[in-house]
């Protein structure tokens, strides 16, 4: 069975710390994506990558950076945690052309204190 | 604002009602997904619709994508208890699927 596997489905951190959030995907993805998911704002984009060592920003990278050394692994840096940076992170990975769906993993659920 | 606007946000209905959930933009889509995700688990990818007008069926399910590629509305026939869940719709915002956005979702209960 294809999957995307997200390191931690817990995590809690304290506020400064330097957090990683690892991703793996098993399909030969070309695309791999992250995303936080806050109550009444839905999923809203951090950062993507379409190909290894390549990543885009999306419309929240602020506070956060990425690593994508190979292709099957997608990292997600938070470079100092704050409390407004509590909340459930999804990643997702897709192939590179067409149409085609997102495969989540289950998310990290991260709280900062 | 959310580029896709869901509406409702909740919806709490009885076993065997029928119900429409609605996926609204000011701008048009190349293609619009749907999205079911259960507690504690990522977004499972339901449906594509890519022509306007288009309507998909999925078992008791209905998909239809407006004429305009604007809009969508899922539509459940007779509810299950197992239809529970929080329904997202998603869509390209430069017409390739390197970047979904995603709307807030609508969160449907089935009692049974």
């Known amino acids: 069975d294809v999957k995307v596997t997200q390191s931690s489905r817990y995590l809690v951190k304290r506020t400064g710390e330097k957090v990683f959030l690892e991703c793996v995907q098993d399909m030969d993805h070309e695309n791999m994506f992250w995303y936080r998911q806050d109550p009444g704002l839905g999923l809203r984009l951090i950062y993507f990558s379409y190909d290894v060592k390549m990543k885009e920003k999306g419309d929240i990278p602020e506070g956060y950076s990425v690593s994508r050394e190979k292709k099957e692994r997608f990292s997600l840096i938070l470079e100092s945690a704050s409390t407004n940076q509590t909340s459930m992170y999804l990643c997702?990975?897709?192939?590179?052309?067409?149409?085609?769906?997102?495969?989540f993993g289950s998310g990290t659920r991260l709280t900062v204190v | 604002t959310q580029l896709l606007e869901q509406s409702p946000q909740f919806l709490s209905i009885q076993e065997g009602e029928n119900l429409t959930v609605y996926c609204n933009s000011s701008?048009?889509?190349?293609?619009l997904q749907w999205y079911r995700q259960e507690p504690g688990e990522g977004p499972v990818l339901l449906v594509t619709?890519?022509?306007?007008?288009e309507v998909k069926k999925l078992k008791r399910l209905t998909f239809q994508f407006g004429d305009a590629r604007k809009d969508s509305s899922l539509h459940i026939t007779a509810a299950q208890p197992g239809d529970t869940g929080l329904y997202l719709c998603a869509g390209p915002l430069r017409g390739n699927n390197n970047d979904m956005r995603f709307g807030a979702g609508t969160r449907l209960t089935v009692k049974p």
């Open positions: 997702a990975s897709s192939l590179g052309q067409g149409i085609v769906g997102y495969t």
């Open positions: 701008s048009v889509f190349s293609s």
């Open positions: 619709v890519v022509t306007g007008g």
